[in-house]
């Protein structure tokens, strides 16, 4: 996501410090010091402006949610997003990252997430950017390291192109196939579906969804 770079970022940042988990310091023991809450973790990778997050965290109080964004300027959005929207969550249940998807398993504990969450990947459309892409094996690896065994990696995106590279990846690199569409809101599941700003807007436009879920195999 391109964006223009923020005045102030750093200060408005600052100002959400108790929403940001500011050094991979803090997670050496897990997430004991960073959520009130001992329950499941969510990890939210690419999560733009932060609709997704803030909106499951509202909808699942019993769940702990981490967006990962490596744009700071776009991470201070969600931020000013979630700190704005406190007081409809029932829980103290969302942080942030600041970082690349490609540090994570220097960032993250083993085997210590549920489930994670690849919304609207940027495509990366030609074939010499394709490791950039982060349904790439090289990131499932590190997914899988992150995952618990029994966790789930949920897929969504409007791009043909990365969602069929992605299921062959999928398949070659060892996975399940737990559910696929590509009309995510034609499904029953689509009840529960908390929206992205891409899918909303995408959606609007008149492109389907596909998605996939997955689960590693051991
Ligand atoms: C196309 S946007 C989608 C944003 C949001 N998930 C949505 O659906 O509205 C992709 C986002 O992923 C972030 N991103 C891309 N590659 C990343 C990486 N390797 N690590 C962390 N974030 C990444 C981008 O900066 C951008 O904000």
Redesign the pocket.
Known sequence: ?RMRKKKNGAARIAACSELLIASPELLKDGFGGIFPKDQPVHL??????G??ACGMAQKYPDVNFVA????AD?CCIALEKAKRSADEREGDNIRFMI????MLADNLPEHSIDCIYL????PWPKAGHAK?R?THRRFLEIYKKLLKPDGILKFKTDNVGLFDFSLEEFEQFGTELLFVTRDLHSEECAADNVM????K?FSEKGFTINSAWIKFKA
């Open positions: 996501m939210e990778i690419g999560c733009g402006k609709n997704f990962l964004e490596r744009v776009v970082t690349d998807a490609a919304n609207f990947s940027d950039r982060l992205t700003e891409y899918e807007n």
